[in-house]
């Protein structure tokens, strides 16, 4: 069992830069995905982008080349740097584990982008 934790959303402008960290109560060196997901108002939630723990990456179209994702093991936390702000960005950002069959989350973090 993990507990993550999600930290680093605000209020930013359009093309602004944000970083958000999602800390791991348990060593994440193991843990075969790792990812983001958010959620907007009235919306399902929607992958962002997932990390293997060989490095391996993968995003929604919708950011691609705006966003990177990336986890330090040594830390044991799980980041994304968010670049070129779009209103559309705007939602809860949670942090994701996949640990065999079982989803873990955080509690998310709220991104907001004014126009």
């Known amino acids: 069992q993990v507990q993550l934790v999600e930290s680093g959303g605000g209020l930013v402008q359009a093309g602004g830069s944000l970083t958000l960290s999602c800390a791991a109560s348990?060593?994440?060196?193991?843990?075969?995905?790792m990812g983001w997901y958010r959620q907007a108002p009235g919306k399902q939630r929607e992958l962002v982008a997932t990390i293997t723990r060989g490095g391996r990456r993968n995003y929604a179209d919708s950011v691609k080349g705006r966003f990177t994702i990336s986890r330090d093991n040594a830390k044991n936390t799980l980041n994304l740097q968010i670049n070129t702000l779009e209103p559309e960005d705007t939602a809860v950002y949670y942090c994701n584990a996949q640990i065999f069959s079982n989803n873990y989350w955080g509690q998310g973090t709220q991104v907001t982008v004014s126009s």
């Open positions: 348990a060593n994440i060196f193991s843990i075969d995905v």
